[in-house]
């Protein structure tokens, strides 16, 4: 029912989460933050959960952080653990039981 918006570039790197409600147009929202500002961040849900991993920071070196939200509340960004790589701008998928990069 939320489609979410993690990272980016604006007049600097942000570390701003946004979602829109997909059955409904409109504008989106705040969410939460990451932990940083991120931007080539690459991302993945379940039904439940939604993961984003790696991107480049603001100096700009790959990063290898793996962070999550729950998807039925708004809130911050949670460490979930780290990649084996630092990487950015990778490729993800799901069946809406878990992701695989």
């Avoid at 946004?18 to 940083?36: P, Q, R």
């Avoid at 979930?80 to 992701?99: H, Q, R, V, W």
Wanted: charged residues 10%; aromatic residues 8%.
């Amino acid at each position: 029912t939320r489609g979410l918006i993690a990272g980016g570039i604006s007049t600097g790197y942000t570390n701003v989460i946004e979602y829109v409600t997909i059955a409904s147009t409109g504008n989106s929202t705040d969410f939460g933050d990451l932990y940083t500002g991120l931007f080539a961040v690459t991302a993945c849900s379940s039904s439940t959960r939604g993961l984003i991993a790696g991107g480049r920071d603001s100096t700009p070196i790959a990063v290898n952080v793996i962070q999550y939200v729950p998807l039925a509340s708004t809130g911050n960004a949670t460490d979930f653990g780290d990649l084996i790589y630092k990487l950015d701008a990778l490729a993800a998928c799901s069946n809406g039981n878990g992701g695989v990069q």
